[in-house]
């Protein structure tokens, strides 16, 4: 398959930018990448791109980490543990770029924009007036200045060329010259922009895969040209189906629900079932199996099954999955997860610990998330184990109080309870 040789060492990668938290997409995308490299004894690299600093969120960095660590998703080399290509901050890589720049302008592919704010804008306006779309290429200078870091830098794009590419997932594809205008490689700020950036560390960390998000489609033929340009061996493009609302009729945004992936951590889900959830969004094995370990994802998961087509995100189905996860879970590794979400008043009381582990398997399958048993304690299901019972002994007594009356009517009751077990 592809250009990549089987002896080859399988390489991917997960690129977040630091702009937030870790939401389904984003970690399906991880998810993907990774299972693909384990599965093929390949590496699996963290990078932060980090180069548009004023969208950056603090802590976002240490967020994704975490999010990734909780449902195992290990990479072997990343920000903090470092690797061969160190550094995996592209705001520390800044060097590495500037020296693929130098190379596209002394080829005379990129050249310095010379123009300033006001005249990029009449240039639009006489576009707009000519009711014609606005292409920076249509006015290139004749003589740039020489590029000094100090304006932005833009790839010299050919007018005529058109390109295609293959894509493991969506097949051939292609896109015409008027697909492409000279696009900006370094802003003016010294930072690069993610069309370039990417693939010098691609190129760098000798990443052989790249999983990502429909949205890049319509920038490939950007990358394209930059793999021409600088002579790159073009990696294979695995692009992931989009995730849908739960009526599939539109892309699953925050507003949807789709929320910080640690929520559920909170919420107590487990992170095998939330890795078994995604893994069948957008991919399943072909049979009706539909739980699996993540061992059982990683050997089972091919390219070839991933879907074009978008895959709904329902979170009726995830709590189906956890509550399967649940059930495969040991008394003790249930007791482990639930027992969080009780309050110390229940797991004070002195029948607790004598208690829990029998009361285990009768509410095992009534739970569906963990913290469901929070609501059975609140709503007091829980207080009939935990309690001890009180006798009302006036109701067993017999007629005149007798301790004969009292035997009589005694082994009546039991007589009867005894009946209702063996009819039930
Ligand atoms: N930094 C990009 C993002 O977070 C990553 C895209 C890619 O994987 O190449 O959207």
Request: hydrophobic share 35%.
């Amino acid at each position: 398959m592809g250009i990549f040789s089987k002896k080859q060492k399988i390489v991917t990668r997960f690129a977040p930018s630091p702009t937030g938290f870790l939401h389904v997409g984003g970690v399906r995308t991880a998810l993907f990448a990774w299972a693909y490299a384990k599965q093929n004894n390949g590496k699996f690299i963290l990078r932060v791109e980090d180069t548009d600093k004023e969208r950056e969120v603090e802590g976002s960095v240490e967020h994704i980490m975490e999010s990734l660590k909780w449902l195992g998703i290990i990479w072997d080399e990343g920000p903090d543990i470092g690797g061969p290509s160190a550094p995996y901050f592209q705001s520390k890589r800044l060097e590495n770029y500037k020296k693929y720049a130098r190379i596209l302008v002394e080829k005379g592919l990129a050249y310095a924009d010379p123009y300033t704010e006001g005249e990029l804008e009449k240039f639009r306006k006489t576009a707009e007036e000519e009711h014609k779309a606005f292409l920076y290429r249509d006015h290139r200078p004749e003589n740039p200045p020489v590029w000094d870091g100090a304006q932005a830098l833009r790839l010299k794009v050919s007018q005529i060329k058109s390109y295609e590419w293959h894509d493991l997932v969506r097949g051939d594809l292609k896109a015409g010259p008027e697909a492409l205008d000279d696009f900006i490689l370094i802003k003016s700020d010294g930072y690069p922009t993610y069309n370039f950036a990417h693939i010098i560390d691609d190129l760098e960390m000798g990443v052989t895969h790249i999983f990502r998000a429909d949205e890049f489609i319509s920038s490939t033929p950007k990358f394209l040209s930059l793999y021409d340009a600088l002579d790159i061996k073009r990696p294979e493009f695995v692009t992931l189906p989009p995730i849908m609302t739960p009526d599939g009729k539109k892309k699953l945004g925050k507003r949807d629900g789709a929320k910080d992936i640690l929520e559920y951590r909170k919420e107590g889900y487990l992170a095998s079932a939330m890795v078994n959830f995604l893994a069948f969004i957008g991919w399943n094995p072909g049979d009706e199996k539909e739980v699996l370990t993540v061992q059982e994802f990683v050997s089972l998961f091919k390219l070839e099954q991933i879907h074009k087509a978008g895959g709904r995100f329902n979170e009726e189905k995830l709590k189906w999955v956890n509550r399967e996860h649940l059930l495969m879970l040991s008394d003790d590794d249930f007791k482990a997860s639930i027992e969080k979400y009780l309050s110390n008043a229940i797991k004070n009381s002195p029948l607790y610990h004598s208690i829990i582990t029998k009361i285990i398997p009768v509410i095992k399958d009534r739970v569906s998330v963990a913290c469901e048993v929070g609501d059975m304690e609140t709503s007091g299901e829980l207080s009939y184990f935990l309690q001890k019972p009180t006798i009302e002994t006036e109701k067993l007594l017999g007629k005149d109080n007798s301790k004969e009356s009292t035997k009589i009517h005694i082994e009546k009751i039991v007589e009867i309870l005894g009946k209702i077990s063996e009819n039930d």
